[in-house]
């Protein structure tokens, strides 16, 4: 028996330099993509921190008046509380309650929290009642 040599071309062995470069493509617009995902996702998650900071915060303003009491509650007055705020929030942010009285005996307080973060402005607005024998909780 002899040997009989390959009918196989030097030239179609591995992969040609069409393929490569198109491989190299579609491997730079996925690793492109993932980029921009992991962009988005470090942004939601600071916007979601600043959020919930910012709840946290109104809330605590509103129990710090409940613990104040119904007395030391003026109707139509407003307070700023804008250096309370916590400092993980941007630096242009602001915190105001408006007391009314929405019925005799009820004083209603409504909480502000307001920043703005990459180009957009959010605000946070809390409500609650205080009533002069009790708690109530607005929306």
Do not use: C
Not at 75 to 92: E, H, V
């Amino acid at each position: 028996m002899t040997w009989a040599p390959s009918n196989v071309e030097e030239n179609e062995a591995g992969f040609t330099l069409i393929e490569l470069l198109l491989t190299i493509m579609v491997l730079g617009i996925v690793i492109a993509s993932m980029t921009g995902l992991y962009y988005l996702m470090q942004v939601t998650q600071t916007k979601t921190a600043h959020y919930d900071l910012a709840v946290r915060a109104a809330r605590s303003e509103i129990e710090d008046l409940r613990n104040y009491g119904y007395a030391t509650l003026t109707p139509g007055s407003t307070i700023n509380f804008s250096s309370s705020l916590p400092n993980q929030l941007p630096s242009n942010k602001s915190g105001t309650v408006t007391i009314s009285e929405p019925a005799t005996g009820l004083r209603r307080v409504d909480v502000t929290i307001a920043y703005s973060e990459y180009g957009a402005n959010t605000t946070i607005e809390l409500s609650s009642d205080i009533g002069f024998i009790g708690l109530g909780i607005g929306h």
